[in-house]
């Protein structure tokens, strides 16, 4: 069982914004080799879990308010690429920019797919890690996980059911995926 951590990141300003989702694909045991230095990076900073969004512009538990938190960013921000990398199967990263979507989408898809471009992303993943699975590992399953409380967590959920049900484009069977699970 391959194990997939899709994570949503957002940016948004007075000119554009721009919706993208990352799945980092695990074997089971390399995870858990991963976890333990990611765990032990973690610790200096009484950091309970890592979020990029705080640890790169160095806010909520990842302040930089002393040098020896200086020095922690600096050393820990050039070990985090080499840490994921070591272990890690596979990365793939989907983006949209929601004002285009919105603008180049027609009402047709809009209506057959919805209009989530944080959903787009997801159903482009599933599809992309599982021709990935077919190439690399077609006897593996894939047990997605996805961080609970984003606006469009319901409607992602019913799409990927939907995507492991369809019979009609083969995709569920394509797409590998044994479970969906918000946490």
Known sequence: MLKVYLDLGRKVDSADAIVSVASVIFKPTRYKQFVRPWERMLKPWKAAAFHATDFYPGGGEFKRDTPERCKLFEDD????????????????????????????????????????????????????????????????????FMETGDDDEGEIVKTVQDMRNDKETGTGDGIGVSSFTPI
């Open 77 to 144: 921000s050039k070990r985090i690429p080499r840490m994921i990398s070591d272990y890690v199967q596979n990365v793939l990263l989907v983006a949209f920019r929601p004002e285009e979507f919105n603008r180049v989408a027609s009402p047709r898809w809009k209506e057959k797919f919805g209009t989530s471009v944080h959903s787009h992303a997801v159903q482009l993943l599933l599809i992309s890690n599982g021709w990935w699975r077919t190439d690399h590992c077609p006897h593996e399953r894939f047990a997605y």
